[in-house]
């Protein structure tokens, strides 16, 4: 099973040690309490190879062995990769598997990349990391300790087998928690929120509780979806948004930036706005699941099948006075 306890033992000394008053006991509470799968899906990470490998992760997350796999492990290894399936983001290239997922994540951290601050020597909070794809990013970028909260417990064990196919590479951990079950700990240099605000039932109470995790001074990178329009332009669509039963909040630009600024904010500013296109999100063989072409009116791809503007997205930066 996964522990946590090299993390805890890894924070003890660090500015987040006051995380260990909480995070222990919530983590033991929800142990108690995991989906069905999670055992199968834990244990599959004991049959994924040991052996140390060449790591890059610059351009794309990467783990090469210097003697290749025979077919037969190649197989073995897709087979097992395959019982985490749906694979939603990444890609990943380890042991001469591409782990073609869902999402062209490198697309997102390739737009964002050149407007924020540097990440070298940062202690840095990923929220709603998913598989850990932008995490093991931020470590290419020299970031010191990457910490990721997603409560998908599929996309905890997703980590830990890239992490471990990344000669158990330390400097990144994912938590499986929400990030409303985190207390605020005004530790972290960067924090990013990248696809979740949208999924949040109360918007403005979300970016508090991302400020509260930033020190005086840090950087918010936050990217969700977004619509044309003004300052009171928001949407807030009736049941489904591109199929997903559970999006409550799509803002313009001009309204999220007011939100950021009325949660106390400084130097707000949109730094790129998008439609999401079917190169970036697809189907492909890690997943069964339906993908963006069928979220979309067959006739105008400019409309969700449910008649809302399509998927479009916005990277907005922001500062912790
Ligand atoms: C659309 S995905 C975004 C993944 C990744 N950040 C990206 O931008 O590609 C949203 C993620 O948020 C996670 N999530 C949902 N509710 C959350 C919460 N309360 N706290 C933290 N993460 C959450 C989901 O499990 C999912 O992995």
Known sequence: MINFNLFYQQIATTNLAPWLETLPTQLKQWEKQTHGDYAKWAKIIDFLPTAQAEVALNERVEARLA?????????????????????????????????????????????????ISALEGKTVLDVGCGSGYHMWRMIGEGA?????????????????????????DRRAHLIPLGIEQMQGLHAF??????????????????????????????????????????????????????????????????????????????????????????????????????????????????KTIEGYPAPQRAVIIARNP
């Open 189 to 302: 240099d960067t924090v990013f929120s990248m696809g979740v605000l949208y999924h949040r039932k109360s918007p403005l109470d979300h970016l508090t509780q991302l400020k509260n995790q930033l020190v005086k001074g840090g950087e918010l990178v936050l990217e969700t979806l977004v619509i044309d329009g003004g300052i009171n332009d928001v949407l807030v669509p009736a049941e489904r948004y591109a199929k997903m039963k559970n999006v409550y909040f799509i803002p313009s630009v001009p309204a999220l930036i007011n939100w950021l600024e009325k949660c106390g904010f400084k130097d707000v500013r949109c730094v790129d706005k998008d439609f999401t296109t079917t190169e970036e999100q697809r189907k492909t063989d890690w997943l069964e699941n339906e993908s963006l072409a069928d979220f979309l009116d067959p006739t105008d791809a400019s």
């Open 144 to 168: 010191k300790l990457v910490v990721g909260i997603d409560p998908t417990e599929l996309f905890l064990c997703q980590f830990e087998a890239i992490r471990k196919l990344l000669n158990n």
């Open 67 to 115: 003697t290749p796999l025979s077919a037969g492990e190649t197989q073995r290894l897709v087979y097992h990769l395959k019982q985490l399936m749906p694979w939603r983001k990444g890609p990943y290239h380890v042991h001469g598997v591409h782990i073609d997922c869902e999402w062209r994540s490198d697309f997102k951290w390739d737009r964002l990349l050149p407007h």
